[in-house]
C-alpha cells in the first residue's frame, strides 16, 4: 500500500498568519497533488507536481504555493491564511510512476481560519 | 476543457434497492473516468476505474459503472444497496495525456434507510 502521511491533521489558525501543510510519501512516486475540499464543491486541485521542482497550478491555486524540493515531500503553503481557505485539504499520489488518473489520497487536513 | 456534472446531490434508497448514481463529463480527448468513494472523516478510495476496452468496468463492493461515449456518461450502479454503502461517491474525469490531474465532481451522496 502507497503511504500518505499529512500534517497536521487538525489546525486552527488566525486570519493573516502563514500556515504549512505537509505530505509526506514513502514510495518514490512522481506525480503529487493537492486538492481542497468544500461542501456542494467537491475535490478542487490546487497544485500538483510532476518531479523535484515540478509544478504546476491546479483550478484555485490563488493564495497558495507549493514546494517539492525531495521527491517524497510536498508542501503546501498559504502565506496569509484568510477565512475562504478554511477546508478540508487532500494530498494525493499518483500510483507508479506515471501519470495513470488513478490517485491514492491522505486522510486529509482539517484548517480552519479565524 | 475537462468537465464532471454528477446529477444529483443526494440520492436515498432503501436497503436492498438498485443503486443508480449519475455522472456525465465533457472531455475534448478519449477519457479516463473514475469513482471514488468517501465515508466519513476518511480520504477517498478508488471505487472502479475506465480507461481503454471494455466500456462496462466492475469495482469494489458490487459496483460497476458503464462508459457510454454516444451520451458522454459515466453511470455507478450496484443491483442491491446495502447499509455500509452509505457515504459519498465522486466521479472523476481526466484526459490520457501524462501530467493531466483529476477533475472531479461536485459528489453526490447516498442514503440508505432500512
Known amino acids: 500500500d502507497a503511504g500518505i502521511t499529512q500534517s497536521p491533521r487538525h489546525k486552527v489558525t488566525e486570519t493573516g498568519t502563514p500556515v504549512t501543510l505537509r505530505c509526506h510519501q514513502t514510495?518514490?512516486?512522481?506525480?503529487m497533488y493537492w486538492y481542497r475540499q468544500d461542501p456542494g464543491h467537491g475535490l478542487r486541485l490546487i497544485h500538483y507536481?510532476?518531479?523535484?521542482?515540478?509544478?504546476d497550478k491546479g483550478e484555485v491555486s490563488d493564495g497558495y504555493s507549493v514546494s517539492r524540493s525531495k521527491t517524497e515531500d510536498f508542501l503546501l503553503t498559504l502565506e496569509s491564511a484568510t477565512s475562504s481557505q478554511t477546508s478540508v485539504y487532500f494530498c494525493?499520489?499518483?500510483?507508479?510512476?506515471?501519470?495513470?488518473?488513478?490517485?491514492?489520497f491522505g486522510e486529509g487536513s482539517r484548517l480552519t481560519v479565524l | 476543457a475537462q468537465s464532471v456534472t454528477q446529477l444529483g446531490s443526494h440520492v436515498s434508497v432503501s436497503e436492498g434497492a438498485l443503486v443508480l448514481l449519475r455522472c456525465n463529463y465533457s472531455?475534448?480527448?478519449?477519457?479516463?473516468l473514475f469513482w471514488y468513494v468517501q465515508y466519513p472523516n476518511q480520504g477517498l478510495q478508488l471505487l472502479l476505474k475506465?480507461?481503454?476496452?471494455?466500456?462496462l468496468v466492475k469495482g469494489i463492493n458490487g459496483f460497476e459503472a458503464e462508459f457510454k461515449k454516444s451520451e458522454t456518461s459515466f453511470h455507478l450502479t450496484k443491483p442491491s444497496a446495502h447499509m455500509s454503502d452509505a457515504a459519498e461517491y465522486f466521479c472523476a474525469v481526466s484526459e490520457h495525456q501524462a501530467g493531466t490531474a483529476l477533475i472531479f465532481g461536485k459528489g453526490t451522496t447516498l442514503s440508505v434507510s432500512s
Open positions: 472531455s475534448s480527448v478519449p477519457p479516463y
Open positions: 514510495e518514490n512516486h512522481r506525480y
Open positions: 494525493a499520489i499518483s500510483l507508479g510512476q506515471g501519470n495513470t488518473g488513478e490517485l491514492f
Open positions: 475506465y480507461t481503454t476496452g471494455a466500456t
Open positions: 507536481s510532476y518531479g523535484v521542482k515540478d509544478t
